[in-house]
């Protein structure tokens, strides 16, 4: 079992950054991929980011490639998103979430955080 606590949400102007982070419990932090998901008012979640287990591979969706970059500290059990110039269309909920399989999809992840909320204001 693996309890996800995301933190760092709020409200941003358009061009700001955000910087969100997600504490992972338990001991075998280093076992899971991780990934940042989303969803927008009215909108389904969409997949965000993902890290491999030890952090060396990286995915990133076009909508925020260049602009947010995922990390990990597998001694602190967390994972990180820095969210640079920040787009209103970036307003969502956002949710961290593991995985033991390399994969985008997120039925196959495995757990979740509650999410938080990312407002981007025009």
């Known amino acids: 079992q693996v309890q996800l606590v995301e933190s760092g949400g709020g409200l941003v102007q358009a061009g700001g950054s955000l910087r969100l982070s997600c504490a992972a419990s338990?001991?075998?932090?280093?076992?899971?991929?991780m990934a940042w998901f989303r969803q927008a008012p009215g909108k389904e979640r969409e997949f965000v980011v993902a890290i491999s287990w030890s952090g060396p591979n990286t995915y990133y969706a076009d909508s925020v490639k260049g602009r947010f970059t995922i990390s990990r500290d597998n001694a602190k059990n967390t994972v990180y998103l820095q969210m640079n110039s920040l787009k209103p269309e970036d307003t969502a909920v956002y949710y961290c979430?593991?995985?033991?399989?390399?994969?985008?999809?997120?039925?196959?992840?495995?757990?979740w955080g509650q999410g938080t909320q990312v407002t981007v204001s025009s």
């Open positions: 979430a593991a995985s033991t399989r390399w994969r985008l999809a997120q039925n196959d992840y495995d757990y």
């Open positions: 338990g001991r075998t932090f280093s076992s899971y991929v």
